[in-house]
């Protein structure tokens, strides 16, 4: 095997796997070794690996034949069924990072941060040094680091230690939300508790709208009510609207008071719709300008990186008010279209107005059929008085359209065996 020597595990996660003819197949999220006890070397015995569709898989460490220079390489043969974790096994990034820990010649207590593997001379791959971050002191946010042989480390094997989640928070903010997600998901449900708890509000929004329901409920429901609230006010008003639907009327009710009253009203207002029409899956904070902006404006706005592509497709012209229930609606302005006029032009002079908007009684058959036939990422919904209420757009649609449950397969769900190794 072709490697870099010593290989430091935290570094892995988000690495690209290929296979022998350069073809990528998936991502790194963990390690997975065999911890045996305080007076046995821990192996590894593998890769955890997120393939198409956000599946996991194992990457027998007898399968990978190189790690170097940011990614890894594999024989191509691999097992796609999906990992199931053994009670004998311990996964590096999810368990074994912020354990508390003793270095037994100086006596210094921390927390790991880091986990160092190499090859033995039996060509078998060991944990072989431990990075080891003391609590900060005083004025120090970080405490002094260390990094030691293994067995100069007690509380490693021993799963009850306190464990705290500074480094796995670290890990999971370098992630896409989504497979940020998959690997919360995976966590026993006190380690994901305690994620959850150290994740910032916003970033903590990202990752519920990426969870199944009932991963949704069960952090929600152990946060106290304010921050729960404060999570909600920044996650998108339909995806909110949804996870309150889904709490007991009491605690839904507490949470909606508890709420900031714009953003209480929006998540109301989509709650009011019937399920999966066109007005409870839309979204209510589209681009929304009025006609005396120019393309400039329309372009500046677009450009906001915190917009998803969907939403930033179009942008809605209407007359004052401009939030949502706006004054009447005058039409939409494709991208493409804003691209090819001047900066200087009024935005009205590119309006598309031929297209009928959605009416928020729309079925989610409805708004696939309109999306469909015109070719459209998404499109206004409008009231009978012509205001413009929000916009549906593809993704909106798709969480509608799949399966109840495709998240939890995407999480990675299954009842199939574990890989055999």
């Known amino acids: 095997m072709s490697t870099t ?12 796997v290929f296979d022998p003819i350069g ?10 070794a065999s911890v045996r006890g305080e007076g046995s070397q821990p192996r590894v015995l593998g890769l955890v690996a997120e393939v198409f569709g956000r599946r996991r898989i194992f990457v027998p460490m007898t399968r990978v034949t190189a790690i170097d220079a940011g990614q890894v390489y594999t024989t191509g043969l691999l097992n796609m069924r999906r990992f199931e974790q ?17 270095i037994a010649d100086t006596g210094v207590e921390g927390a790991v941060y880091d986990v160092g593997m190499e090859q033995a001379r039996n060509r078998d791959w060991v944990i072989s040094r431990v990075a080891v971050q003391e609590a900060g002191k005083g ?43 998959s690997m919360i998901h995976e966590l026993p449900a006190e380690r994901r ?17 990426e969870l199944p329901e009932e991963d949704q409920v069960e952090i929600l429901g152990r946060l106290d009510s304010e921050r729960a609230a404060d999570v909600l006010e920044e996650m998108s008003p339909d995806d909110a609207a949804d996870l309150i639907a889904e709490l007991p009327p009491e605690t839904a009710a507490t949470l909606l008071e508890l709420m900031e009253p714009e953003e ?13 029409s066109a007005g409870a899956m839309m979204t209510p904070e589209p681009v929304i300008l009025g006609p005396d902006a120019t393309i400039a404006d329309a372009l500046a706005h677009i450009r ?8 930033a497709a179009l942008v809605y012209v209407c007359r004052p008010p401009l939030e949502t229930p706006t004054g009447r609606f005058l039409g939409v302005a494709h991208i493409q279209r804003l691209l090819r006029e001047p900066p200087s032009t009024l935005v009205a002079g590119a309006l598309d107005d031929s297209l009928e908007p959605l009416r928020p009684e729309m079925t989610k058959d409805d708004v696939a059929a309109h999306l469909a ?12 008085a012509g205001r413009l209420l929000g916009c549906v757009t593809v993704d909106d649609l798709l969480d509608h359209m799949l399966p109840e449950n495709w998240r939890d397969r995407a999480a990675g769900r299954g009842t199939g065996r574990g890989t055999p190794r």
């Open 86 to 102: 053994r009670a004998t096994e311990t996964l590096v990034i999810a368990q074994m990072l912020d354990r508390s820990v003793r």
């Open 23 to 32: 073809e990528q197949v998936g991502k790194v999220r963990d390690v997975v």
């Open 264 to 276: 209480a009203e929006d998540v109301r207002r989509l709650m009011s719709y019937t399920a999966d």
């Open 5 to 16: 020597g010593r290989v430091y595990i935290a570094r892995l996660v988000g690495l690209p």
């Open 304 to 311: 906001n990186p915190e917009l998803t592509p969907s939403v």
């Open 373 to 384: 036939t015109y070719n459209l990422v998404a499109a206004p919904v409008v009231d009978e």
């Open 193 to 209: 508790t305690a994620v959850a708890a150290a994740l910032d509000d916003e970033r903590l929004a990202d990752v519920l709208e």
């Open 139 to 181: 004025l120090r946010r970080r405490g002094q680091t260390h990094v030691v042989e293994w067995r100069d480390v007690t509380g490693l094997h021993r799963s009850d230690q306190t464990q705290g989640a500074t480094q796995l928070v670290a890990a999971l903010n370098e992630m896409r939300p989504a497979d940020a997600a």
